[in-house]
């Protein structure tokens, strides 16, 4: 996760910890590098308003940290530094150091700052593939419902009709051969109970396919 969305105090001292072996390394090795380092980590890290304060609190320790350097006697070995006074020296060399760190943390915060928004265009791209699918099942489920209705109020009307008229042909006939009538009127009620059953299917809540689900956030997810 980039940045880290709660800090926790591991990544602070993680981040002093660095920090002061970047000091050291400068001090004795004579490498700024690490500082540099470290200062692009910070946005990536912390949120906007900690990574402002951190920055701040790491430019300010770079001027004691310049003047022990001086102390220490590493710049006494370049000869051109001999003429210049050493406020002076003290203060060119943190502000060039300064200058280099706040470029690192510009480069850090430019890359937090994308990785934000491709979260965040990423949320909203899921949301609307939920958005859609939800949408479908819905019409889906309104499709089936019409049908049902339709079955039940066309084709099982009819069939209640059809079986209720052959009923009475059957009482009302007694001359007449039942065996084609009492054919008719089970394949009636047969029609009549499969189209319930069909109507009852219809309209059974249908759950939402989660494993597919997913596999379509899956697909927007670099």
Do not use: C
């Amino acid at each position: 996760d980039i940045p880290v969305s709660k800090p926790t105090t591991l990544h602070y001292v993680l981040l002093a910890l660095q920090l002061v072996s970047a000091m050291g390394a400068s001090l004795y090795v004579g490498d700024n590098g690490l500082m540099y380092v470290v200062a692009a980590e910070i946005p990536l890290i912390l949120n906007r308003g900690q990574s402002i304060r951190w920055m701040a609190v790491q430019a300010l320790l770079t001027l004691p940290w310049t003047w022990l350097i001086y102390e220490s006697g590493r710049f006494a070995t370049v000869s051109e530094f001999q003429t210049i006074s050493p406020l002076l020296l003290i203060g060119v060399t943190a502000l060039v150091v300064i200058t280099w760190q706040i470029f690192a943390f510009s480069v850090g915060w430019l890359a937090a700052d994308e990785a934000r928004n491709r979260r965040e265009l990423a949320r909203l791209n899921m949301e609307l593939l939920a958005a859609r699918q939800s949408l479908e099942e819905k019409s889906r489920v309104e499709e089936r419902l019409r049908i049902s209705r339709e079955l039940h109020d066309v084709m099982g009307h009819h069939l209640v009709a059809l079986n209720l008229q052959l009923e009475l042909a059957n009482r009302t006939l007694p001359n007449a051969d039942p065996s084609p009538i009492t054919t008719a009127i089970k394949i009636a009620k047969d029609l009549l109970a499969e189209a319930r059953k069909i109507v009852s299917v219809l309209r059974q809540e249908q759950t939402n396919d989660l494993n597919s689900f997913i596999r379509t956030l899956q697909t927007t997810i670099p």
